[in-house]
Each structure stands twice: as structure tokens, then as C-alpha cells.
């Protein structure tokens, strides 16, 4: 089992930067991939970006790329977003996501946290 909850959201102006936090526990951190998700009042689930399990891997949606980065400390049991350039169209709530499956596609997951509100206006 493993327990996910992230933090760090909030509203934020266009141009803007936030930074989201994800604490994990259970199961030993370093032993899954992870990955970051949004969901937008109305739309479907979107993958953002992923990491592998030493964090040498790190897929973005084409979306997020060059303003997001994702990023883990396996000491600390913490995967990290880093939002800049921040946009309306990021308005979501993001949740992260352990266990993945489907590398490259869709990134299913076993796991993930309830979420944490993203808000950026214009």
C-alpha cells in the first residue's frame, strides 16, 4: 500500500510560478515510478509529467513542456512539480500517482492522492 498527499496549490496571476509537493508513504518510495495528473472541471484526466524510480526519466505533456518540471528526493519520500509560466488553461486540481503501468501511454496508476487545487487567473 502506499499513501499519497500532495500540497502546495493554490491561485496564482498568469506569469506566475507555484511549487507542489507530494508526500509519500507505505511502501518503500524508491521502489515505484511516479507521476503527476490534472483534471479540469468538465474534462478528462490529463497526464503531465512522469518520473522513474532514480529519476533519469522524466516524460512531459507536450502541454507542460519547458514550464513544468518534475522531480523526486528518494530520501525525503517526496515528488516535487515545478510550475512556471504558469497559464489559465493550468487551472486544475493535480494529483500525484504511484505505481505506474503503460510507460509511454498512458501511465495507469495503482495509486494516487486526493489532490491539490491549482488556480491561475488572467
Known amino acids: 500500500q502506499v499513501q499519497l498527499v500532495e500540497s502546495g496549490g493554490g491561485l496564482v496571476q498568469a506569469g506566475g510560478s507555484l511549487r507542489l509537493s507530494c508526500a509519500a508513504s507505505?511502501?518503500?518510495?524508491?521502489?515505484?515510478?511516479m507521476a503527476w495528473f490534472r483534471q479540469a472541471p468538465g474534462k478528462e484526466r490529463e497526464f503531465v509529467a512522469a518520473?522513474?524510480?532514480?529519476?533519469?526519466?522524466?516524460p512531459y505533456a507536450d502541454s507542460v513542456k519547458g514550464r513544468f518540471t518534475i522531480s523526486r528526493d528518494n530520501a525525503k519520500n517526496r515528488l516535487y512539480l515545478q510550475m512556471n509560466s504558469l497559464k489559465p488553461e493550468d487551472t486544475a486540481v493535480y494529483y500525484c500517482?504511484?505505481?505506474?503501468?503503460?510507460?509511454?501511454?498512458?501511465?495507469?496508476?495503482?495509486?494516487r492522492g486526493q489532490g491539490t487545487q491549482v488556480t491561475v487567473s488572467s
Open positions: 500517482a504511484a505505481e505506474l503501468r503503460n510507460w509511454g501511454s498512458t501511465y495507469d496508476f495503482t495509486y
Open positions: 518520473i522513474t524510480r532514480s529519476g533519469v526519466l522524466t
Open positions: 507505505g511502501r518503500a518510495f524508491s521502489s515505484y515510478a
